[in-house]
């Protein structure tokens, strides 16, 4: 299980530090990706962080997301500066499996809900 969390109601320029923690025994960490859906809109992967700790993001956040892992790998973060109102949507993590039937590790959770006002 992977569970996000840390989204909130935040002004524009405003700060947040979202977590993603694995749960149950079970996760094996392999990569993780941030994913984000705004209202309407179709999930969009927006920062990822490999086994070995290279880093991707989507060209939208580059500069303001910045993904991280604590040492033991099971925790990931989102740390996001520089908020945006288009920022604003249900933040998922999930880790691609290529071997599973749904392409992730674990189920999609509920997610964590960014609100920026302007």
């Known amino acids: 299980q992977l569970q996000a969390s840390g989204g909130g109601l935040v002004q524009t320029g405003g700060s947040l530090r979202l977590s993603c923690t694995a749960s149950?025994?079970?996760?094996?960490?392999?990569?993780m990706g941030w994913y984000r859906q705004a209202l309407g809109k179709q999930r969009e992967l927006v920062a990822a962080?490999?086994?070995?700790?290279?880093?991707e993001y989507a060209a939208s956040v580059k500069g303001r997301f910045t993904i991280s892992t604590n040492n033991a790998k099971d925790t990931v973060y989102l740390e996001i500066d520089n908020l945006k109102p288009e920022d604003t949507g249900i933040y998922y993590c999930?880790?691609?499996?290529?071997?599973?039937?749904?392409?992730?590790?674990?189920?999609w959770g509920q997610g964590t809900l960014v609100t920026v006002s302007s």
């Open positions: 999930n880790s691609p499996d290529p071997w599973s039937d749904s392409g992730f590790q674990a189920p």
């Open positions: 149950g025994g079970s996760f094996e960490f392999t990569g």
């Open positions: 962080i490999s086994d070995s700790g290279l880093k």
